[in-house]
């Protein structure tokens, strides 16, 4: 039996993985160590993703700007805590001018910056610099930005989307008047980020806050998205930080209140990345490649016209193109229906295969008998096996199938999201109690990182919420198990029992997992 | 007489753009020399002409991708050419770490990169090394790219949008089998580039090839759209390169051809900068700020609610609000109207003159004798002034105005470009033949660039179109004039006179002017 891939989830997710993203021809390693070609249709899927999350960052009263590439080091002495986090892997730039010495092109020794500038690997510092200058009083709070920029992290390894040197993100930094309104902006982004995921991504995510050791470097508080990946894994999907008042301290950005006052703004940031596409890979992707959730597929119904170099060929082409004509004048999720027709040259099985690799939601095939009868024959990508291991397709009139579209892009959107959804539901375990029943239940790590390891889902278990030494411990005992606090859930039990780790009183309740 | 500005173009054009960038909070300088942070209102109109210039580059039939920021020193030693158009101004990563020593935080000597990168200066030569790995056969071609990215070129004088150490653009890329279609693409982008220029910014240009001189490093052909500023400089508004076979030849980027030959790719790029908000100022602002064609303008209609502390205060924000609602469901340009309610506090005299600054194309102020009589009193940003130097104002009734909007806004947009347009047609002088006369025209350069001169407009000349030593002979002699040849006009006329430098009989008509 032909399949799209020759890799099974099954049988080496990491290889896999590689085999979805090389196949359905999203990405490429560059020859720039640890940065990426991010491919048309990858790109394309950002794009919707953008488009999506954009409006309602925009929605929710913040604006965009952009801010310097290049930082002055002396930027990042300021805030200690946050050199701290950082420090270990930054590009910096220290020269301005190449030159041919000796024949060769090199770097102008002559040309070196007097202080050097660091390739931004987030923007609190260059930004809150800013904020210094901007706020003035009460009556310039909240101070709502957002940037979409690309971001350097020197990575020493490397996977495609998922960890890389070079990314594209948006980045929202706000200042606020007091805790509170900063906390309620905090959590408010993290709902945008949720809604997006679960929405638009088809991908179910928990909210929670992270413990104070998976904090962002400087940060009061570090809330994130966590979703499960189809080998068990624990996904960060977003974060959003409650920032204190230790990033204004740092900047000087106070501000006068109503009553005269000089105070410190409260400050938060908030990020998504395009290893969210790595995330859609891991939670819809199947043996066959890619499946893309409609929302965010670059398009959404493919036209592949079969064609034999013969006079029949115009009609079955005019045919796919009106077909497609007709349906972007229909709307799906409140956007004209993205519909291509692949006139690429080429035999259609290949093609059709090409795009079972990539996952549009709806593959469809014109040959001339479909045009004889006026009707629309099409693939379902999300459920693309019918009986006898052979591809299932439904024929049904053409104007029938135009006038469904829509309800069945939106079936199928949904319908990953319920696949998704119930993989989430019913593969968080909740019974565990100690850590030897944890150890036991995960079994000891492997070495190597891409090494397949069995489907074992998260665990939710109660602690204490221990700090400094006594949650390095805590945390050092989960590492050797490979594991991590995912977040302590926003939706918590009313009654908890016990400690895992320390046999004290329970605080909250906590998603322990591996994680990528 | 109150004015929106504290400097006017006659006095000083620098000063008076420094001030419109400033007061209608477009952007300002960062701590890193030479580079600008966009401010939102900035940025709103980048992410207009993003949208206008996306939907063309997509229709025509590309797709976006994104490349790495950073790329190896040695793609640079590839290609002779274009390392010496470029070598002067790039900003060079050495070292991939920060370290504290001594108590200082600085880069760390033991992180040194085996090979430096360069901060992309643009992407031609890591595109190309992609080409020669996705070119294979005919069947490939044309292969049709743009990334939307930001761009580091060290710049000594930095002038905000105009020219800045880092930018954000748009750059297409292009393999195609032969010169024909390769050169028909250069061309069709240039077109896309004028009709965005003039439809959308309602600036109007010259599109013609630039001379020999002027060529993109490497470029067998470049053409220009070119604009008049209010001070009669040019402003070249975006560029369109025919790269011939030279960076493929470099980057061995080869197809197989339908007879099965070996050949060599055909290759284009395309760029349009932040540049064009430069453009927008310098074209439609006047000495009470800005004025923005409604296309382009984050807000097209603003309502200042006039509020005074008094129980009528909610209904005139009522009023207000309504209002906006209403014209949001009107559509101009095919887009729903972009109406704001102005709720800061403050006077509303002030809460004008700050709109009148940033340009928005229509103003209202709303009061409770608005409400009272169920009408609307607007300001059109184009025409400000009144009799008795008194800022006109209209008053209509409310839905008179609401279903006027969209035609009054089309009217703003053609009523700008009709302005500008007419100031382009009637300051090309085409009567001088010697370069005696033209030196008496334009007159001695200021050696600061930034000195005000005289309104000169540009010159239209015949020349023999010398290449080589000849040609830097002509150049030399326009550059004490501080003139530049801008481009050679795609219209033509049918008969041509001598050269004006050199005296031979002519070969085209050129376009000289100072520049920015």
């Not at 408010?188 to 470097?217: H, I, S």
């Not at 602690?463 to 005992?477: H, I, M, Y």
Request: glycine share 8%; with cysteine; hydrophobic share 40%.
């Amino acid at each position: 039996m032909e399949r799209g891939l020759n890799a099974t989830r099954e049988a080496d997710f990491a290889n896999w993985y590689q085999a979805v993203v090389r196949e359905a021809d999203l990405a490429e390693t560059s020859p720039v160590r640890g940065a990426m070609i991010i491919k048309p249709w990858g790109y394309g899927i950002w794009e919707l993703i953008q488009g999506e999350l954009d409006r309602r960052i925009k929605a929710t009263g913040h604006q965009n700007v952009y801010f310097p590439l290049l930082i002055p080091l002396s930027f990042f002495a300021k805030e200690a805590t946050h050199v701290e986090g950082f420090a270990k892997e930054m590009a910096v730039v220290t020269h301005h001018r190449l030159a041919v010495i000796d024949g060769q092109l090199t770097v102008d020794p002559e040309a070196k910056l007097e202080e050097p500038l660091v390739v931004r690997p987030t923007s609190e510092t260059i930004i809150g610099d800013a904020f210094h200058r901007w706020v003035r009083s009460y009556r310039d709070l909240p101070l709502l930005i957002n940037q979409w920029a690309n971001i350097v992290r020197w990575e020493m390894r490397t996977r495609l989307f998922l960890r890389t040197s070079e990314f594209l993100w948006q980045e929202g930094h706000t200042a606020h008047a007091d805790r509170e309104d900063a906390l309620a902006e905090t959590l408010r982004m993290l709902e945008v980020y949720r809604d997006v995921a679960e929405r638009c991504l088809a991908m179910p995510v928990v909210t929670g806050e992270k413990p104070e050791n998976e904090r962002f470097p400087g940060a009061d508080a570090t809330y994130s998205i966590e979703a499960m990946m189809q080998d068990g894994k624990a996904l960060q999907a977003a974060t959003s930080h409650y920032l204190g008042t230790s990033f204004a301290e740092a900047q000087n950005i106070r501000y006068q209140s109503e009553t005269g006052e000089l105070r410190l703004c409260h400050t938060t940031s908030w990020g998504i990345t395009t290893r969210l596409i790595g995330g859609v890979i891991m939670t819809h992707g199947d043996d066959d490649g890619l499946r893309l959730p409609p929302m965010i597929a670059p398009q959404q119904i493919v036209i592949v016209p079969i064609l034999r170099d013969r006079p029949e060929d115009a009609e079955v082409l005019a045919y796919a193109e009106g077909l497609a004509a007709e349906l972007s004048g229909v709307d799906a999720f409140r956007q004209p229906v993205r519909a291509l027709v692949d006139k690429r040259p080429g035999r259609s099985a290949d093609k059709r295969w090409d795009w079972v690799r990539r996952g549009p939601p709806i593959i469809v095939e014109v040959g001339p008998r479909d045009v004889a009868a006026g009707q629309v024959t099409s693939i379902r990508r999300d459920r693309l096996w019918g009986e006898n291991e052979r591809i299932a397709s439904t024929g049904a009139p053409r104007s029938e199938f135009i006038a469904g579209a829509a309800a069945l892009l939106a079936e199928i959107q949904s319908g990953l999201y319920a696949e998704a959804k119930a993989r989430l539901d019913g593969n968080i375990r909740a019974d565990i109690r100690s850590f030897d029943e944890l150890a036991a239940y995960f079994g000891p790590a492997a070495e190597d990182d891409d090494a397949n390891e069995p489907f074992k889902g998260w665990v939710r278990c109660t602690w204490s919420k221990p700090s400094g030494a006594e949650l390095d411990v805590v945390e050092q005992r989960l590492k050797s198990l490979k594991l991590t606090i995912r977040n302590a859930p926003l939706v918590q039990p009313t009654a908890l029992g016990p400690c895992l780790f320390t046999g004290k009183p329970g605080v909250e309740e906590i998603l322990v997992a591996r994680a990528y």
